[in-house]
């Protein structure tokens, strides 16, 4: 700890920099410097004086006694005849399975063979700040011939990913991301373990006319290819054995015009989804067919037992990427008249475990559009309590706060939205104002329908700067983000111009 000054004049200036149209030339997310901070008439919320600051630089892993796996991720890119250059992870998209056991100390070294910097996010894993990969929040981007270490333990098994938190709206599509998966200490009792990672098959066309032709819904919906296969992926499963699959939506979030997550039902078996965002449920019940909504940046893992048939289809409603495990034929039913899972009225209630209650504090974020600038461009601009980042307001929390988020969406354009909180798991606690009655449910990834309200909890024991953002990777990069900081945490890092770190 050490005491620093903080004078009313450079409050000022972020001030500016943070409320200017085109780019900002430098914005720093300093919970000291921004608190307060708001466009409108802000500046009255910045105090001048002395404050007790610790550096998101110290906020590292402490000696752990855990064993330690390394692993060495070389972003470079991969030219493919007749197609727009890819962005890989050691030459494949998706990159590498970084698969561990619980518990472990994982060291990942970031080697950027790219003509441009990066970073790289642990989604979902609760890392020490400095290790959580966000341009100008943790880190500098890591620029070209440069590499950095990552260090954090897995102290929960389940299903997550990284990816890139560099430009991400550019960096994720042409391919910089992968799976990540921590292992139970307990032997699995599954016979097969397969990872499917669903992301977009070709990088997206960019610019005006192509965002303009999504925003009418003139272009439905883009091609998805799962673990690099577009079409079918097929995957070896015999009758009788007990099969966990990972699904990972790794995709940009606009699949569909409205931003709606993918559909996906397993047909020839019932299912049982045993976790959701790495986190396990509690009786979880079997189902099927049923449609699992996926949304951006989510995770579900289910469980099937493969039948005497053999052969058991994952399709995603509408569009036309397969997943086929063992072969045979799979009768396929009237798609569209499948319900659709509900992860409020799934599994049963853990005796032991009430509902959070008692809340320290409680904020509303309340998501919406409006057409507009951001940055200098023309568009559909995300936005939180109206306002877009960095102007959107902050969540500070203090240590050992239960907190509780109350998420709205009202935008009149009807989109879904996907909102990620870094550094925390939450629990959910009602939809529409309705309390869960299965499972506890915890999750970073919260899927927010239009028009719904969403409840949820977290208690704040990971002090740093965390994003809170939208996982539809347009919304992120035009506004929809937010910061959850705690109190005289401060970065060295800036975001903008000057020093080339955006985040979105
Ligand atoms: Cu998966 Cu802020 O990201
Ligand atoms: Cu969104």
């Given at each position: ?39 409108a ?11 007790t ?30 197609l ?11 990159g ?16 950027n ?9 642990w ?5 020490p700040?400095?290790?959580?990969g ?10 070209p ?22 430009d991400?709206s ?8 992968g ?5 139970p ?10 990872t ?7 990088p ?8 303009i ?12 290819a ?12 015999n ?8 699904l990972?939506n ?20 019932p ?20 449609v ?41 039913p ?64 203090r ?14 354009t009807?989109e ?5 909180l ?29 028009k719904?309200?969403w ?5 704040a ?15 992120a ?28």
């Amino acid at each position: 700890m050490r005491i620093i000054t903080i004078t009313a004049g450079a409050a000022v200036a972020v001030l500016l920099a943070g409320c200017s149209s085109r780019r900002p030339d430098s914005v720093n997310m300093s919970s000291v410097i921004t608190y307060g901070l708001q466009c409108a008439g802000g500046g009255a919320g910045v105090a001048a004086g002395s404050v007790t600051a610790e550096s998101v630089e110290n906020l590292r892993l402490q000696s752990s006694t855990a064993s330690v796996k390394e692993f060495s991720l070389v972003a470079e890119v991969e030219k493919r005849p007749g197609l727009p250059d890819a962005w890989t992870f050691n030459g494949i998209v998706p990159g590498p399975e970084i698969r561990v056991q619980q518990g472990d100390h994982v060291h990942v070294t970031l080697i950027n063979h790219l003509p441009a910097a990066t970073t790289i996010h642990w989604h979902g894993i609760d890392v020490p700040n400095a290790a959580d990969g966000v341009a100008g929040v943790t880190q500098d981007a890591v620029k070209p011939g440069h590499s950095y270490t990552y260090d954090f333990l897995v102290p929960e098994p389940g299903t997550y990913w990284y990816h890139s938190h560099q430009d991400t709206s550019n960096q994720i599509p042409r391919g910089l991301f992968g799976p990540l998966v921590v292992e139970p200490k307990n032997a699995p009792y599954y016979d097969r373990d397969y990872t499917l990672v669903y992301h977009d098959a070709v990088p997206p066309a960019r610019g005006f006319f192509p965002t303009i032709a999504r925003i009418l819904g003139a272009v439905d919906r883009r091609s998805v290819a799962v673990n690099g296969t577009p079409g079918d992926l097929r995957l070896s499963a015999n009758a009788g054995e007990l099969v966990r699959l990972r699904l990972i939506n790794a995709t940009a979030g606009e699949t569909r015009a409205d931003a709606a997550p993918l559909h996906i039902v397993a047909l020839g078996a019932p299912y049982r989804v045993v976790a959701l965002d790495g986190h396990d449920l509690n009786g979880p019940q079997l189902i099927g067919p049923e449609v699992l909504p996926l949304g951006a940046g989510q995770r579900y893992d289910i469980e099937l037992r493969m039948p005497a048939a053999g052969v058991v289809r994952l399709v995603d409603v509408g569009l036309e990427e397969t997943v086929t495990l063992g072969s045979g034929i799979v009768r396929i039913p009237d798609l569209s008249k499948l319900s659709v899972f509900d992860l409020t009225r799934y599994g049963v209630p853990r005796a032991q475990a009430p509902a959070p209650a008692g809340f320290d504090a409680d904020y509303t974020v309340d998501l919406g559009s409006r057409p507009g600038f951001h940055f200098g461009k023309f568009g559909l601009v995300h936005t939180i309590d109206g306002k877009d980042f960095p102007g959107t307001p902050m969540i500070l929390v203090r240590p050992g706060q239960l907190v509780k988020l109350h998420f709205t969406n009202r935008g009149r354009t009807e989109e879904f939205h996907t909102m990620h909180l870094h550094g925390h798991v939450f629990t959910v606690l009602a939809r529409n104002g309705v309390p869960l009655s299965g499972s506890p449910v915890r999750l970073d990834t919260l899927l927010v329908a239009p028009k719904e309200t969403w409840d949820v909890a977290f208690r704040a024991d990971n002090p740093g700067l965390w994003m809170l953002h939208c996982h539809v990777l347009l919304h992120a990069a035009t506004g929809m983000d937010m910061m959850v900081s705690y109190p005289g945490i401060v970065t060295p890092y800036s975001v903008g111009r000057v020093s080339g770190n955006v985040p979105e």
